[in-house]
């Protein structure tokens, strides 16, 4: 739920994690305010044709910095449970973690969820894929997938 993001986005204070600003609704539309304002995503940088050549020492930097990130994330008993190129956003030379939407409160550390999650079929572990049960393993799980379309 809204709600549950927000309460997520909150216990959120990590260098790669977006940091919650406000919230509101207007219209009948619930918004987010975060820091830092994106300029773009990783998917979007992926997307660039292969002519122009992906900075490797950025890359590297970057994996290790959303490596963290996750770990954070982890250690405050959260399962982000949507990582995504979609879900990381650029700023100069920065990367971020966003989207704490269908985000988790675990209550062990390698505690298993029994429910059904949305999930992006190209990035989700196989154990989500088939409904089986999960934790913050898949995660891990959706970043590797990531790093290996950053190479």
């Known amino acids: ?88 956003l650029l700023r100069e030379e920065d990367v971020y973690i966003s989207d704490f939407g269908i985000s988790r409160v675990v209550s062990e550390p390698d505690s298993d969820s029994e429910s059904i999650s949305p999930m992006t079929p190209l990035y989700a572990a196989l154990e989500i894929a088939e409904r089986h049960l999960h934790g913050r393993k898949a995660d891990v799980f959706s970043l590797g997938c990531v790093f290996v379309e950053m190479l």
């Open 1 to 88: 739920s809204f709600h549950q993001e927000v309460e997520i986005m909150k216990r959120m204070s990590h260098p790669h994690i977006v940091r919650f600003v406000a919230a509101y609704e207007q219209n009948s539309s619930l918004s987010l305010v975060m820091s830092p304002v994106a300029q773009s995503t990783l998917k979007h940088y992926l997307d660039i044709p292969n002519g122009q050549s992906r900075n490797q020492s950025r890359i590297h930097k970057w994996t290790g910095c959303l490596s963290s990130a996750l770990s954070y994330i982890h250690g405050s008993r959260i399962r982000h449970a949507d990582i995504k190129p979609q879900n990381i």
